[in-house]
């Protein structure tokens, strides 16, 4: 098919030139803002799905500006259980890109989990950062650790990628996942060079793709043949590479 000549376009709509400037000029101090009207949104969709569905409880995954769920859960009269990987705190770290409102996440993350009626957390740290952050009862805050496909993931699993020469009879430490920025990209690759450090025979795999996988590279150098990074695997190859 040949391309549509330039002059043949259809122009672009006043609405598109007007979002495009918009979103150049003031993209930065505009997200957050357009994070947080986006909760109209979702209720009309939440409370939809819980009128068809009708289910017995409701588990959400939180995100920084994502409320809309509480008061869905609410008026469809059910439980909610509030699913949280990491405090809001962490969105100023990580998302510089953005111009941040003040204290609006942690007073939102506040109100969402004093009124959740239950809490999981993927870790004991943050279990009881939330629980003394916000003063909140010990006994709604459960901790549901990442888990594995035992069935896949098991010490006699096949090999298929064989690491270099020099990971042999060594103490490999792996990580798999994709190299993001607010997976702490930098702190893992500090992790490295200070246990290098301090355990010789330590060697290092490191799993996955990503925006940051050449960062992760730089900031490893001085590591040369003891750490490795395969790329992305295919999952069910990953059991045999750790």
Sequence with gaps: MNPVPADDRP??????????????????YLHEPKE???????????????????????LAR???FLASVVRSAAAARLPLVLEMNAPALESRLYWDEYAHLP??????ESWKLTRADAIVTVS???????????????????????????????????VEWQPPESFRDAEIVGFVGS?????????????????????PRARFLFI??????????RLTETLEERIAFPGALEHELIPGAV
């Design 179 to 199: 190299f993001q920025r607010f997976h702490g990209v930098e702190l893992l690759c500090e992790m490295a060079v200070r246990v290098a450090e301090v355990r």
């Design 124 to 158: 004991a740290v943050l279990a009881r950062y939330l629980a003394e952050t916000y003063d909140l009862e010990p006994d709604r805050v459960t901790v549901a650790r990442n888990g594995v496909r035992t069935t896949l993931f098991r010490p006699d699993a096949p």
């Design 103 to 108: 204290w609006v996440p942690e007073w939102l």
């Design 208 to 217: 996955g793709d990503g925006p940051g996988l050449e960062l992760a590279r």
């Design 62 to 64: 939180n995100d920084t």
């Design 11 to 28: 122009a672009e709509s006043t609405r598109q030139r007007l979002r495009s400037a918009l979103k150049r000029r003031w993209g930065r």
């Design 36 to 58: 947080l009207l986006w909760n109209l949104k979702y209720m009309r969709r939440e409370r939809s799905i819980l009128k068809r569905e009708r289910p017995q409880v409701v």
